[in-house]
């Protein structure tokens, strides 16, 4: 949540309810976004990420209930509550609302003290929710909440919503399999390219009936394709360097890689001049710090 001035969505058909609760919400310390219909609420927030959204049930086109179950669908979007707003007081409704991802609602006419109250209870909780994320992508956890029942994203780290976004949009279908909540934590559901990079999904644990928790992350590279890459060596050089920068010597290195040691030789001479190494020493430091740099 932003640190001066939370921002509040509102979603709504009727300008006279806009221009209402613009200025409302204006006076009361908020950064207010406007939007007409659902439609031009997604497109407001591709650009602009709300702290937390007020929506109206009953709009044309894309209705509230609607415009719930695809932010729950969205990674990026999962995570930032959602205040229903209707007139309707049927309490299927309001359960409606809360199933396709609401967490609260009101009631029109509606008294703006109690949406006040509704809104600042839950930026305060999704506040502390998004610190905790924050903390578990720092940490190198980069995890997800998937409601398995609905197949949708429930919550995600900021580094793991970024990582599912770019992710082809069949692939929460294809991990929310129906044996997924009978495999122990620890089990690796499949490997998955992000922009060329292989990147591995895990289950980690339950968070209620229907919330699988997962992680994702890269997979880390081989330290020879690491040293292969950076210092622009062949798939055979870089392998010496390695062992050369956990101290082995060439005889070694021949034994290890089962090849003559004068051919070690040769493959060292050539990465001492690609790399432009002046001895053992410098060859096996540089080694090691480029592999340290990519943990």
Not at 103 to 129: C, G
Not at 183 to 206: A, C, N, Y
Not at 233 to 252: H, M, Q, Y
Request: some cysteine.
């Amino acid at each position: 949540m932003t640190q001066e001035r939370p921002t509040i969505l509102v979603i709504d058909d009727d300008p006279a309810a806009l221009g209402m609760m613009d200025t409302a919400l204006e006076d009361a310390g908020f950064a207010v976004l406007l939007a007409q219909s659902g439609k031009g609420a997604f497109a407001t927030m591709a650009h602009r990420r709300p702290d937390l959204v007020l929506v109206d049930a009953m709009m044309p086109g894309m209705n509230g209930w609607e415009v719930c179950a695809r932010m729950a669908s969205e990674a990026p979007l999962a995570s930032v509550p959602v205040v229903f707003m209707t007139g309707l007081t049927e309490i299927e409704h309001v359960l409606r609302a809360f199933d396709v991802g609401a967490q609260d609602y009101v009631t029109k006419p509606f008294h703006f003290d109690e949406v006040l109250a509704r809104i600042r209870v839950r930026l305060a909780a999704s506040q502390q929710v998004r610190t905790a994320h924050v903390a578990l992508d720092r940490s190198g956890r980069f995890l997800f909440g998937l409601d398995h029942v609905r197949t949708q994203i429930a919550w995600s780290t900021p580094q793991a919503a970024d990582l599912i976004a770019r992710l082809s949009p069949d692939t929460i279908g294809e991990i929310a399999t129906p044996d997924l909540p009978n495999l122990p934590p620890g089990s690796l559901l499949g490997h998955w390219l992000i922009d060329d990079v292989p990147h591995k999904i895990v289950f980690v644990g339950r968070e209620g009936p229907d919330i699988l928790i997962l992680s994702i992350a890269p997979i880390p590279a081989e330290p020879e394709a690491i040293l292969q890459k950076k210092l622009g060596l062949s798939t055979r050089e870089a392998e010496v360097l390695l062992w050369i920068s956990r101290g082995k010597s060439s005889r070694d290195i021949a034994e290890i890689l089962q090849i003559s040691p004068r051919t070690i030789d040769k493959h060292t001479e050539q990465l001492y001049n690609k790399a432009g190494f002046s001895s053992r020493a410098a060859a096996a430091a540089t080694a090691s710090r480029l592999l340290r740099e990519t943990e």
